[in-house]
């Protein structure tokens, strides 16, 4: 008996320090969170004020709507929209294709771009700009959304290709043999079979690329001078040099608002994205 | 059958080999032109003169930068807060992610809340992080010193200001914006960790402790040596984050080296300068991962 409790129920403390942990980790996490969205709240009086408590007096959408009313936030916001959509459908149609015949097709081309899609996560940034600055300029593409395009496209491709292909190589191989034993010519399996299959992970990963470009700032830091043309993490950046410390809510609110997008996005797909992160890894 | 099977074969894999080409070229020409291309072209530059502006003659200058370099007090100094940078913030990332994924894998109440929390720092901006977290360390109106200053501890700590504080404070930023995927990847790997090799292991009576020490880690290896790589390179690479929070400053003391050559190349324009830093920073970097991973090979093969 003795023993059996000894082995089974350890020590009595296990269980209210576990809790106390999880707490800790919690509060560590949510804080800063917590904050963003009840500042977002908070009109600039209590802002001000020294003694206004943690949580807002009412919920004021003030914030929300000045922040809106921006001209250059909504620009911005625009921008950053049409950039991460072409983004998102450049990539797609470009990785789709090639994702499927870097699995199906046993070539050297895989290990290649295996290779390839590693080194190209070792190398610095500024090894890549530099040249690609000099490039896009020369073809009159700097300070415009196609030339970030562009690099987003060539950016999110290797990691896009990494996770399709996680998704490509789930799919039975038996499955297609059988259409085509049926009488189905190659594409007509490709759209009637692979392609409903590999729905999920296409949308997983069209998300993937379009969160990434929605976030991404080194590039436009570089890429894009003129304001009509700066995207949304350009624009809030900019915004706290320049009022961020005196339009504390609005500041707050309008980072919030950029936010949406990721985290509906991570939200929605928690799950899947994991799966399908590690099937990339362990099948790659 | 092989012999019979081979003439088709044969012709049907080279008629694969044509397709594979087909489907892979429109990924191919794009990635040639914008990544491959650039890259070498970097490469390159590292050995130039090359100068931002118009009708500036670039030649290539041999070791000239690398000489140069070498005598650069500054870029040596962001060199030692870039490796300072990523070591600690990947290691106390692990650290702190591996606790939390031990928790978030027991059976505990508030498991999908923390879970959920884990998760939204990945889904945030960079930028967005960094403006946040200014905005909390504010000196004046940040919630940190307001907390301090209720429970009566000196509150007039200017987190991103004060030159002996910025680097660790920038670190536990760091930390916070990185856990969400080494989180992740940790739990994922202990959920496909066998529970009979720790019922059998409690069995015969081993401790928690030990069952974690000899059972449980060893089988996490792979993951952990994946994440924390991979860990080690964003974070050496990572730019926006300390960007907007503190520009490098106060005083240089959180320029990281990507930070540095930024500045070398667009503040400057010393595009060559710059690509040289960039060389010498994946050559350090390449060869430290070459050094791990063989390590780590090598232990495992044991």
């Given amino acids: 008996m003795t023993t059996v409790t000894k082995t089974v129920g350890r020590s009595p403390w296990a269980r209210p320090l576990q809790y106390l942990a999880l707490l800790a980790y919690m509060c560590f996490l949510a804080f800063p969170l917590l904050f963003l969205l009840t500042t977002a709240f908070k009109t600039p009086r209590e802002l001000q004020s020294p003694d206004a408590g943690l949580l807002p007096e009412r919920l004021d959408f003030g914030n929300f709507t000045s922040a809106i009313d921006k001209a250059d936030l909504y620009t911005a916001a625009g921008n950053s929209l049409l950039v991460a959509v072409t983004t998102t459908l450049v990539v797609t149609v470009v990785a789709l294709p090639a994702a499927y015949a870097l699995v199906r097709f046993r070539t050297k081309m895989r290990a290649v771009a295996t290779g390839w899609i590693l080194l190209s996560q070792v190398f610095p940034f500024i090894l890549i700009i530099i040249p690609l600055f000099l490039l896009l300029k020369n073809i009159g593409l700097v300070n415009t959304l196609l030339g970030l395009v562009l690099v987003y496209a060539v950016w999110s491709l290797p990691f896009s290709l990494w996770m399709l292909q996680g998704y490509v190589a789930a799919i039975p191989v038996e499955l297609e043999e059988a259409s085509a034993v049926d009488g189905a010519g190659?594409?007509?399996?490709?759209?009637?079979?692979?392609?409903?299959?590999?729905?999920?992970?296409?949308?997983?990963?069209?998300?993937?690329?379009?969160?990434?470009?929605?976030?991404?700032?080194?590039?436009?830091?570089?890429?894009?001078?003129?304001?009509?043309?700066?995207?949304?993490?350009?624009?809030?950046?900019?915004?706290?040099?320049?009022?961020?410390?005196?339009?504390?809510?609005?500041?707050?609110?309008?980072?919030?608002?950029?936010?949406?997008?990721?985290?509906?996005?991570?939200?929605?797909?928690?799950?899947?994205?994991?799966?399908?992160l590690l099937s990339g890894a362990v099948k790659g | 059958m092989t012999a019979l099977a081979a003439p088709p074969r044969r012709r049907r894999r080279s008629a694969d080999g044509r397709d594979a080409w087909l489907l892979?070229?429109?990924?191919?020409?794009?990635?040639?032109?914008?990544?491959?291309?650039?890259?070498?072209?970097?490469?390159?530059?590292?050995?130039?003169?090359?100068?931002?502006?118009?009708?500036?003659?670039?030649?290539?200058?041999?070791?000239?930068?690398?000489?140069?370099?070498?005598?650069?007090?500054l870029f040596w100094e962001s060199f030692k807060i870039g490796l300072v940078w990523a070591f600690s913030v990947t290691i106390l990332q692990f650290l702190a992610s591996l606790g939390l994924a031990l928790l978030l894998n027991l059976d505990l109440r508030l498991r999908w809340l923390a879970r959920t929390l884990a998760l939204i720092p990945w889904a945030m901006p960079p930028v967005i992080i960094a403006i946040m977290w200014q905005l909390m360390l504010n000196p004046s109106y940040g919630p940190v010193n307001r907390m301090l200053d209720a429970v009566g501890l000196p509150s007039d700590v200017n987190w991103l200001g004060e030159a002996?504080?910025?680097?660790?404070?920038?670190?536990?930023?760091?930390?916070?914006?990185?856990?969400?995927?080494?989180?992740?990847?940790?739990?994922?790997?202990?959920?496909?960790?066998?529970?009979?090799?720790?019922?059998?292991?409690?069995?015969?009576?081993?401790?928690?402790?030990?069952?974690?020490?000899?059972?449980?880690?060893?089988?996490?290896?792979?993951?952990?040596v994946a994440i924390t790589t991979l860990d080690l390179i964003w974070n050496f690479n990572s730019f926006a984050l300390v960007f907007v929070l503190t520009a490098g400053g106060p005083g240089g003391t959180t320029m990281l080296p990507s930070l540095f050559a930024y500045n070398e190349a667009f503040r400057y324009g010393n595009f060559g300068y710059a690509a040289a830093m960039g060389n010498v920073m994946v050559v350090l970097i390449g060869a430290f991962l070459l050094f791990y991973l063989r390590g780590q090979m090598r232990r495992r093969l044991q």
């Fill in chain 2, 164 to 224: 002996s504080i910025a680097l660790p404070v920038v670190v536990v930023v760091g930390v916070w914006a990185g856990m969400p995927q080494t989180t992740v990847t940790l739990l994922a790997g202990l959920q496909s960790v066998p529970a009979e090799l720790n019922e059998a292991a409690a069995i015969d009576g081993a401790s928690t402790w030990r069952r974690f020490w000899h059972v449980t880690l060893p089988a996490l290896r792979p993951i952990i």
């Fill in chain 2, 24 to 73: 892979v070229l429109p990924a191919l020409l794009p990635v040639m032109l914008f990544s491959v291309y650039p890259l070498v072209y970097g490469v390159l530059l590292g050995f130039t003169d090359a100068e931002a502006g118009l009708n500036v003659e670039t030649r290539f200058n041999g070791l000239d930068n690398y000489i140069e370099l070498a005598g650069n007090g």
């Fill in chain 1, 186 to 276: 190659r594409l007509k399996t490709l759209r009637k079979v692979v392609l409903p299959l590999l729905a999920p992970g296409l949308v997983a990963t069209s998300l993937f690329t379009f969160i990434n470009s929605w976030n991404e700032f080194f590039f436009a830091l570089v890429l894009i001078q003129d304001p009509d043309m700066q995207t949304l993490p350009l624009a809030l950046a900019r915004f706290v040099g320049a009022e961020g410390q005196v339009q504390l809510g609005q500041l707050a609110a309008a980072a919030l608002l950029a936010c949406i997008p990721s985290l509906v996005f991570f939200l929605l797909i928690q799950k899947r994205l994991t799966a399908g």
